[in-house]
Every structure is written in structure tokens, then in C-alpha cells.
């Protein structure tokens, strides 16, 4: 019975650093450039976004396609930082939780 306690206990207290972890993910902001820069767009590791920076140099009506293609580039690159970013929350949550190698926990709950 007593291992039965610590094995509750070990798993009360994953939950209580996953959930530290999901609140972490708010704060977390990672910013994703196109065009040289041209174009920035930041969001949080959760996938929320936060801003979008445009060189006015981009704004020509008569190539729209430019600037979207550059938009969706610039958010490809974002959420690549942001799922890095939240993998890495995720590790440090689970760091000396005495967890196998090769364990996959479900990080991506709070998406």
C-alpha cells in the first residue's frame, strides 16, 4: 500500500507541473521573420498571436500575393518557435520526474 501512496503522490504532483507548464505557455512569445525581416510575426508558445510587424515597402496593391505568401511564411516560422517552445516548457516540467526514456506525454493538451 505504501507504494501505492508515493505512486499517487508522484502523480499528483506531474499533474501539478503539467498544469504549471500549460500556464507558462501564455508567457511564453516567439516571433517569426520573412523577406529578411521584412515581415515579423509573434506568437505566444500556445500558438495565439500577438503581433504582426509589416515594412511598408511591402504594400503594393498591385502584388498582393507577395505580402500574403510573406504573412503565411512569416507564421510557418512562428509556430515551428512555438511548438519548439512548448516542447521545451514540457521537458523542463517533467525534468527529475524519474520518467523512462522514450516516454511521449501529451503535450500538446493545451493547444
Not at 71 to 88: G, L, N, T
Amino acid at each position: 500500500m505504501k507504494d501505492l501512496a508515493g505512486l499517487m503522490k508522484q502523480a499528483q504532483d506531474m499533474q501539478k507541473r503539467m498544469s504549471e507548464a500549460q500556464a507558462r505557455l501564455e508567457d511564453v512569445e516567439v516571433t517569426g521573420e520573412a523577406g529578411a525581416g521584412m515581415i515579423k510575426l509573434t506568437l505566444t508558445a500556445k500558438g495565439v498571436m500577438v503581433s504582426v510587424k509589416i515594412d511598408p515597402s511591402l504594400y503594393d496593391p498591385e502584388e498582393p500575393e507577395v505580402l500574403e505568401d510573406l504573412i503565411k511564411a512569416a507564421h510557418a516560422d512562428a509556430k515551428r518557435k512555438a511548438d519548439e517552445a512548448q516542447q521545451k516548457v514540457f521537458s523542463e516540467a517533467t525534468q527529475g520526474m524519474g520518467l523512462p526514456p522514450g516516454i511521449d506525454l501529451p503535450f500538446g493538451l493545451g493547444r
